[in-house]
């Protein structure tokens, strides 16, 4: 697999933005796919965001026009920019990747989704 370590969460009022980065490192296989998860306590983890090797973008309805996804495959880096962040936010965020070949990257079940996560916390 390939690992996977998130940091750039934190807490914020409604309104406000954060940006999340995932360095990759260990790959077995190079991704196809790399993408954002989240969890909220109580509730299933969720797709949030994905990206293709050549820059195509995904995304849940819930965050379309207000999450921005991007690479940096230089770095390794994967980033998640959030703006207009609302309550409903909340949750855990995780870096994810697949390598399997003509699978989708809004595929969510096909991906790995490692590492500690980082917390982002918006308070209204």
């Known amino acids: 697999q390939v690992q996977l370590v998130e940091s750039g969460g934190g807490s914020v009022q409604a309104g406000g933005s954060l940006t999340l980065s995932c360095v990759a490192s260990?790959?077995?296989?190079?991704?196809?796919?790399m993408g954002w998860f989240r969890q909220a306590p109580g509730k299933a983890r969720e797709g949030v965001a994905g990206?293709?090797?050549?820059?195509?973008?995904t995304y849940a309805d819930s965050v379309k026009g207000r999450f921005t996804i991007s690479q940096d495959n230089a770095k390794n880096t994967l980033y998640l920019q959030m703006n207009s962040l609302k309550p409903e936010d909340t949750a855990m965020y995780y870096c994810?990747?697949?390598?399997?070949?003509?699978?989708?990257?809004?595929?969510?079940?096909?991906?790995?989704?490692g590492g500690p996560g980082t917390q982002v916390t918006v308070s209204s």
């Open positions: 990206i293709d090797s050549r820059g195509s973008t």
């Open positions: 260990k790959y077995t296989y190079s991704p196809v796919c």
């Open positions: 994810a990747a697949h390598s399997a070949q003509f699978i989708a990257c809004g595929t969510w079940g096909w991906y790995y989704v």
